[in-house]
T-cell receptor, first 115, second 110 residues
Framework: GAVVSQHPSWVICKSGTSVKIECRSL??????MFWYRQFPKQSLMLMAT?????????EQGVEKDKFLINHASLTLSTLTVTSAHPEDSSFYIC???????????FGSGTRLTVV | KQEVTQIPAALSVPEGENLVLNCSFT??????LQWFRQDPGKGLTSLLL?????REQTSGRLNASLDKSSGRSTLYIAASQPGDSATYLC?????????FGGGTRLMVKP
């Protein structure tokens, strides 16, 4: 099946520092990956669409300079939360489309806590 | 703009009951409808994917139906078990976009 690996699964960082989250498609190529944010007991909100070899497309209200996305290969997209603040604490999940029938496949998520 | 609604928001049932979770969407121009399961603090596990040309999909005790014209999908869980306790999310797919419902938090009591 289609597997998406996300790393790290959790991270605690100090306010003002940057954190990088990786999303890898393990057994398929993904020209497009997606980054979501989820607050406690809420559903997923799409932050941005990551396109291999081009700039990411951000949803309205998402600061592209704060949430840097790089999709340098067909199997890897990264999300960097720059100058993190406590309000950035959340659960971040990536996903990719597997085109042979599995639909959207999601990573296991990253719990970010900014202290 | 697509809007996806799930009813009920929460459900608590005794073990063994058959369940129906509802999902409605406002824009019927979808490519597919996907149901996911999310355990607390975890990512999403895909349960069933229904393409727009299909009416239903089945996997084990799960059956999902899709009625595009009415903007509805239902997830049927037969003979529920405590291990089914989780949040169930439906998502409507169009192009590269997935729009999620708010989820149904299911608790199956032994």
């Amino acid at each position: 099946g289609a597997v998406v690996s996300q790393h790290p699964s959790w991270v605690i960082c100090k306010s003002g520092t940057s954190v990088k989250i990786e999303c890898r498609s393990l057994d398929f190529q993904a020209t497009t990956m997606f980054w979501y944010r989820q607050f406690p007991k809420q559903s997923l909100m799409l932050m941005a669409t990551s396109n291999e070899g081009s700039k990411a497309t951000y949803e309205q209200g998402v600061e592209k300079d704060k949430f840097l996305i790089n999709h340098a290969s067909l199997t890897l997209s990264t999300l960097t939360v720059t100058s993190a603040h406590p309000e950035d604490s959340s659960f971040y999940i990536c996903s990719a489309i597997e085109t042979t029938g599995y639909g959207y496949t999601f990573g296991s998520g990253t719990r970010l806590t900014v202290v | 703009k697509q809007e996806v609604t799930q009813i009920p928001a929460a459900l608590s049932v005794p073990e063994g009951e058959n369940l129906v979770l509802n999902c409605s969407f406002t824009d019927s121009a979808i490519y597919n409808l996907q149901w996911f399961r999310q355990d607390p603090g975890k990512g999403l596990t895909s349960l069933l994917l229904i393409q727009s040309s299909q009416r239903e999909q089945t996997s084990g005790r799960l059956n999902a139906s899709l009625d595009k014209s009415s903007g509805r999908s239902t997830l049927y869980i037969a003979a529920s078990q405590p291990g089914d306790s989780a949040t169930y999310l439906c998502a409507a797919g169009a192009g590269n976009m997935l729009t999620f419902g708010g989820g149904t938090r299911l608790m199956v009591k032994p």
